[in-house]
């Protein structure tokens, strides 16, 4: 199964960017969708971008606009630019791949979707 290794977190301040990697210790072609999801303390694991494995790419509102969810071309790593970032961005960025498609509709919603996870990096916006 695969490995994922989030990596790129670290102090930010208000408006900064950060871009985070998510390696993957084998082509990601072998799997579906990969999220990039985060957890704020006390708060739930909520879906923050995910690019599918044909290429499409989807952002929660929150985000659209400022997060851009990319990957290279080996497919072993993808990304996630974070730009004009928020004190309530604080949270821990976990990536996560699927075995198999999920439905459009559920790409960021459903956790249980996702088969593997990475450990997280931390990710602190503040002044």
């Known amino acids: 199964q695969v490995q994922l290794v989030e990596s790129g977190g670290g102090l930010v301040q208000p408006g900064g960017s950060l871009r985070l990697s998510c390696v993957a210790s084998?082509?990601?072609?072998?799997?579906?969708?990969i999220g990039w999801f985060r957890q704020a303390p006390g708060k739930e694991r909520e879906g923050v971008a995910c690019i599918t494995y044909d290429g499409s790419t989807y952002y929660a509102d929150s985000v659209q606009g400022r997060f851009t969810v990319s990957r290279d071309n080996a497919k072993t790593t993808i990304y996630l630019q974070m730009n004009s970032l928020k004190p309530e961005e604080t949270a821990v960025y976990y990536c996560?791949?699927?075995?198999?498609?999920?439905?459009?509709?559920?790409?960021?919603?459903?956790?249980?979707?996702?088969?593997?996870w990475g450990q997280g990096t931390q990710v602190t916006v503040s002044s």
């Open positions: 996560a791949a699927s075995a198999a498609p999920i439905p459009r509709r559920r790409l960021l919603s459903s956790l249980l979707n996702y088969n593997y």
């Open positions: 084998e082509s990601t072609d072998h799997y579906y969708d």
